[in-house]
Nanobody, 115 residues
Framework: QVQLVESGGGLVQPGGSLRLSCAAT????????MGWTRQAPGNQRELVARITRGGATNYADSVKGRFTISRDNAKNTVYLQMNSLRPEDTAVYYCNADRYGYVYWGQGTQVTVSS
């Protein structure tokens, strides 16, 4: 099993920044892609960003140029730097990791963008 623990969510004003972290523990050997999805009330869960073990990234169009995903393989941790936040970024953000075709999920962290 892989356990994912997220941190860094909270309340921020529009235009502000937050940094989310997600640490993987347990059967970490073999983890390839790690990433973030989000789900706002009444909406489907959507991909925000993903990064492979080798560092290749992809982003949702809505966050390109504002969010940056990175990872520290030595610490088995993935980060999401979120800048220029907008009210529509408000959602529960979930970390995920895939290992040999199986996807593990974190418990989620709330991000609220409001004045």
């Amino acid at each position: 099993q892989v356990q994912l623990v997220e941190s860094g969510g909270g309340l921020v004003q529009p235009g502000g920044s937050l940094r989310l972290s997600c640490a993987a523990t347990g059967l970490i050997f073999g983890i390839d892609g790690m990433g973030w999805t989000r789900q706002a009330p009444g909406n489907q869960r959507e991909l925000v960003a993903r990064i492979t073990r080798g560092g290749a990234t992809n982003y949702a169009d809505s966050v390109k140029g504002r969010f940056t995903i990175s990872r520290d393989n030595a610490k088995n941790t993935v980060y999401l730097q979120m800048n220029s936040l907008r009210p529509e970024d408000t959602a529960v953000y979930y970390c995920n990791a895939d290992r040999y075709g199986y996807v593990y999920w974190g418990q989620g962290t709330q991000v609220t963008v409001s004045s």
